[in-house]
């Protein structure tokens, strides 16, 4: 027999290439599930549960958190990424490292092939690919869901013929946890209207009133929550517990995916939105004009090509290095204030702060130059438009 490793998450997707290799493809099955951040430890013990129940050989759980967030999630931090200025990248950021540890993993047993239970339709079938392609061309990439063309009802149906009852509860919406989102999709997102019912979401909102939270950075990586200092893969976790059941961090992307077609897809993120909004603040009171601009620009493309499943591009490592030279000074105390379904970043703190009375306050007083100075400033800056008119005959207007 064949040996084959299925990337495992205990979704629907992935039981149906389990069952499916090992009863119509006769291979050897064994399953992996990567985790980055999205699970407990509990939810992982009964992810191997199922993986046994459905027949794998062997299953581990490969924890790759730590990697992402050194690797990954930081330089998303620093880059203040938000896909089409709404999307923290969730999932897009994580595939990379998921499947880079399966192919780590399917050399140490000796698996000539993997499979993902990607579909025909989305971005990870690329992601996926790709990766494989590129780290181990010589292993045989076998996607069940993609090739067969079937609809998560018709999974179910084969599925119960192998005597395994996958109940549609629980297949009704396709979820994906990690430490920097949560992504949830469902009929409601397969069309331009409507939205996701509150059931869809994993965190309900328990909470009313509003709250205030400190969050402290030291060259852009957050470091205490509240003044107790943790590091930052504990103070992500803390804040999302704090806030997600404020329903704080919910929201509908909308963009094109990497095959051509427009997508959509419901997220939670409280965390991620939080801090990339603090930070974004804190960078605004300590780098200069052209520090923000040009940190914008790179970071954008960042975004893309990770959400494009370039992160092993070498231009992704170049990147990075521009945006941690930014973070020098991006260190201070950001106040976030938490209510039902909203947040809002309340103000700063920092000994870098550019935003200084010893030059000026704005629309007030300022102690850096005198009234003559602007004058003088203001008929240089216009000269070139002076002599625009000058030379065409008259005063420069704005067409009606």
């Known amino acids: 027999m064949e040996k084959v490793l299925v990337a495992f998450s205990g979704g629907l997707d992935t039981s149906f290439c389990v069952k499916y290799l090992k009863e119509e493809k006769k291979m050897e099955v064994h399953t992996a599930l990567v985790n980055t951040g999205g699970f407990s430890e509990s939810e992982l013990s009964a992810i191997a549960l199922k993986a046994a129940e459905l027949g794998s050989a062997s299953h581990v759980n490969i924890d790759v958190t730590q990697e992402y967030f050194d690797k990954c999630i930081r330089y998303m931090i620093y880059g203040n990424i938000l896909k089409n200025g709404t999307y923290p990248l969730s999932v897009s950021s994580e595939r990379a490292f998921q499947a880079i540890a399966i192919v780590e993993y399917a050399k140490k047993i000796g698996a000539k092939h993997i499979a993902h239970g990607s579909t025909g339709a989305g971005n990870d079938q690329v992601r996926f690919d790709l990766i494989f392609q590129v780290i181990a061309p010589e292993t045989g990439v076998i996607t069940p869901i993609r090739d067969l063309a079937i609809s998560r009802q018709e999974e179910i149906e084969l599925l119960k013929k192998y005597g395994y009852d996958f109940p549609w509860t629980k297949a009704k919406y396709s979820i994906n946890q990690g430490l920097w989102g949560t992504s949830v999709g469902g009929v409601e997102t397969l069309k331009s209207d409507g939205e996701l019912p509150e ?53 509908t992307h909308v963009g094109d995916t990497i095959i051509g077609i427009k997508g959509r897809v419901g997220f939670e993120a409280a965390a991620p939105l939080i801090l990339i909004k603090a930070h974004h603040l804190l960078e605004k009171h300590v780098l200069t004009k052209w520090q923000l601009y040009w940190k914008e620009q790179l970071a954008n493309w960042y975004g893309m090509l990770l959400h494009e499943a370039q992160y092993l591009e070498p231009v992704m490592r170049d990147i990075e290095k521009f945006l941690e030279s930014t973070q020098q000074n991006v260190s201070g105390s950001v106040e976030v204030k938490l209510q039902p379904y909203h947040f809002s970043v309340v103000g700063c703190k920092s000994n870098h702060d550019l935003m200084s009375s010893k030059f000026g306050e704005y629309g007030e007083i300022n102690r850096a130059f005198t009234g003559s100075d602007v004058k003088g400033f203001t008929n240089i800056l216009s000269m070139q438009m002076k002599i625009y008119g000058g030379v065409n005959g008259g005063e420069l207007r704005v067409k009606s």
């Open 199 to 251: 059931e869809a979401y994993p965190t309900q909102v328990t909470k009313s009133g509003s709250e205030k939270v400190h969050v402290e950075f030291e060259k852009g990586q957050p470091v205490a929550l509240n003044g107790k200092k943790m590091p930052p893969v504990a103070l992500i976790r803390e804040l999302r517990s704090l806030a997600a059941p404020y329903g704080v961090g919910r929201d």
